[in-house]
């Protein structure tokens, strides 16, 4: 009877180990567009397909997470152009999300669309999950998302807690030999994979970095404990911002941060009092002053 029970742990265990659930949660679609000339559409459903495998059964940590911990998100790829039967350009659109503790509200933490985007494809050929030997550019595009996905959202659970993810990230762009991949990874393109990379990681834009923890996990997560606490984090999260946006001006990852945070924001402080409301105002569109239309809205209460 002892040996029975010992291997019904055993049984058990392994089964719990199997419930563990991968870091990424995914919904992946592949669009062609209708101006297609030298491919059947069809063969998309299998990318599709792929791609959706790749990223969300790969294990891309040594972490352990629950299937409700798991990051999601959606990738979006429209196929602009097809130069032969198996080149392609396309468009990507990814957007990450996180859950925001205490309550059933989710928040969005990345929201980049990568344009022109050149790579070669032939059905059911495999996707390479390798960051140190380039391969082929779909491949390291898609890896470098991963992993700027899961260094992003590190960042706002601990203080620049996603650093050696974005260091791999790092590490693909710069292992993508000289011309390959168009301009998306070229250091002298303001918005290229290599550059925003880069300038997330130069220690000037530390700050941008500390906003992230300081806007979700000192911010949103604590909103439903005492709200004007979690504002004034996300305050001061602006406020980094906005010190490394007066620093480098332009700066791409200033950029991304806004881009998924904007409207966001606004809802959040719209609701605020008349001097937080001015306060607010006052940074966003010093930061971001080409959707001042966006921010207007803060003072139509």
């Known amino acids: ?13 392994f089964m719990g180990l199997n419930l563990v659930a991968q870091e990424l949660d995914f919904n992946v679609k592949v669009i062609a567009s209708p101006s297609l000339s030298q491919v059947d559409p069809k063969i998309f459903n299998s990318l599709e397909g792929q791609i959706e495998e790749f990223i969300n059964n790969t294990k891309w940590t040594d972490d352990e997470f629950e299937e409700e911990e798991r990051i999601k998100g959606n990738l979006q790829i429209t196929i602009t152009e ?3 039967p198996t080149s392609f350009v396309a468009d990507i659109l990814i957007q990450s999300i ?6 059933d509200y989710s928040t969005q933490v990345i929201n980049y669309k990568d344009e ?4 070669t494809y032939v059905q059911l050929q495999p996707l390479e999950n390798n960051v140190n030997d380039y391969k082929d550019n779909l491949s390291s595009v898609l890896l470098f998302y991963v992993y700027y996905v899961l260094g992003v ?6 203080p620049m807690g996603g650093e050696r993810f974005l260091q791999m990230a790092r590490n693909i762009a710069s292992i993508v030999p000289p011309g390959s991949g168009g301009n998306g990874w070229s250091i002298s393109v303001r918005d290229s994979r290599t550059t925003i990379i880069e300038t997330l990681l130069n220690p000037r834009s530390r700050r941008v970095r500390e906003a992230y923890y300081y806007y979700h996990r000192l911010g949103l997560d604590e909103a439903s404990g005492d709200l004007g606490k979690a504002k004034a984090s996300m305050v001061s999260a602006i406020k980094d911002v906005q010190a490394v946006n007066a620093a480098a001006p332009n700066s791409m990852a200033v950029q991304m941060f806004m881009d998924a945070k904007r409207k966001e924001i606004v809802e959040i402080f719209k609701q605020s009092d008349t001097r937080q409301i001015s306060q607010m105002y006052d940074m966003l569109t010093e ?3 080409s959707q001042a239309k966006v921010y207007n809205e803060l003072r139509q209460k």
């Open 1 to 13: 009877m002892k040996m029975v029970r010992i291997n019904l742990s055993i049984i058990i265990l």
């Open 82 to 84: 097809d130069i032969s």
């Open 98 to 103: 996180r859950p925001v503790f205490n309550s």
């Open 116 to 119: 022109g985007i050149p790579f």
């Open 153 to 158: 959202d590190y960042d706002t659970f601990s």
């Open 287 to 289: 930061i971001d002053p």
